[in-house]
């Protein structure tokens, strides 16, 4: 399984940006997909997910700015992000779960820079 993020870059603070992530392999269905994010001397945090069902849950530092979606017929996972702040900065971490032989799975992205400034 590869997970394929693109769409980080550098924004200025209130500008808005969007990152896809695409899934490729064996597996045709992934119970969850979301993203993470780590800055620089923090540690790995979670930013918004969605299930396959549609059930989406964020971080409070994002919720009314970023909205995370997935389109399952092609295993992709969406995060628009709006209303960038400079604490936004971060390495933003695609994340996929999922069942196999009875075993829940985490897969990763390589990462993509997003870049808010001030």
């Known amino acids: 399984v590869q997970l394929q993020a693109s769409g980080g870059g550098l924004v200025q603070a209130g500008g808005s940006l969007r990152l896809s992530c695409a899934a490729s392999?064996?597996?045709?269905?992934?119970?969850?997909m979301g993203w993470y994010r780590q800055a620089t001397g923090k540690q790995r945090e979670l930013v918004a997910g969605?299930?396959?069902?549609?059930?989406?849950n964020y971080a409070d530092s994002v919720k009314g700015r970023f909205t995370v979606s997935r389109d399952n017929a092609k295993n992709t996972v969406y995060l628009q992000m709006d209303s960038l702040k400079p604490e936004d900065t971060a390495v933003y971490y695609c994340h996929a779960r999922a069942l196999v032989n009875f075993r829940l799975n985490d897969y990763w992205g390589q990462g993509t820079q997003v870049t808010v400034s001030s």
């Open positions: 969605v299930s396959y069902a549609g059930s989406s």
């Open positions: 392999g064996s597996i045709l269905n992934f119970n969850y």
